[in-house]
């Protein structure tokens, strides 16, 4: 008896693994090129700012997510500007948009590679 309310009581759970799969999503890897295009990835932010692009007589900036795992966001970004030699024109960036909820002061590194 205790056997067949083991086997009932264990049918349920091992029916509903198979609902509770891990979710995939899917990158957007869409090159971004607008002067303030973004997209989120996960909990961070990549964004094209193309902010001084006034400043060239002539060029662009193309930004494109890579890959995304946890904590680590892999870009690429490829320019090229013509004139106004000395003013910054753009600068790929990303952004944590949540998690530290801490004050600038209090972080001591922020590794990179």
């Known amino acids: 008896m205790l056997s067949i309310f083991a086997i009932l009581f264990l049918?349920?759970?091992v029916s509903s693994l198979s609902l509770h799969r891990h979710k995939?999503?899917?990158l957007d890897t869409t090159p971004?090129?607008?002067?303030?295009?973004?997209?989120?990835?996960?909990?961070y932010s990549l964004l094209?700012?193309?902010?001084g692009e006034h400043d060239a007589?002539?060029?662009?900036?193309?930004?494109?997510?890579?890959?995304?795992s946890g904590t680590t966001v892999s870009w690429e970004t490829n320019w090229t500007w013509t004139g106004g030699?000395?003013?910054?024109?753009s600068?790929?960036?990303i952004q944590l948009d949540v998690g530290l909820n801490q004050q600038l002061s209090a972080i001591a590194s922020m590794p990179v590679s």
Request: aromatic letters at 10%; charged letters at 5%; proline letters at 5%.
């Open 11 to 13: 049918i349920p759970l």
């Open 24 to 26: 995939r999503t899917t």
């Open 32 to 43: 971004l090129q607008g002067q303030f295009d973004s997209v989120s990835v996960g909990q």
């Open 48 to 51: 094209n700012n193309l902010w």
């Open 57 to 68: 007589t002539s060029g662009y900036q193309s930004t494109q997510l890579i890959s995304s």
């Open 85 to 89: 030699p000395t003013n910054v024109k």
């Open 91 to 93: 600068f790929a960036n």
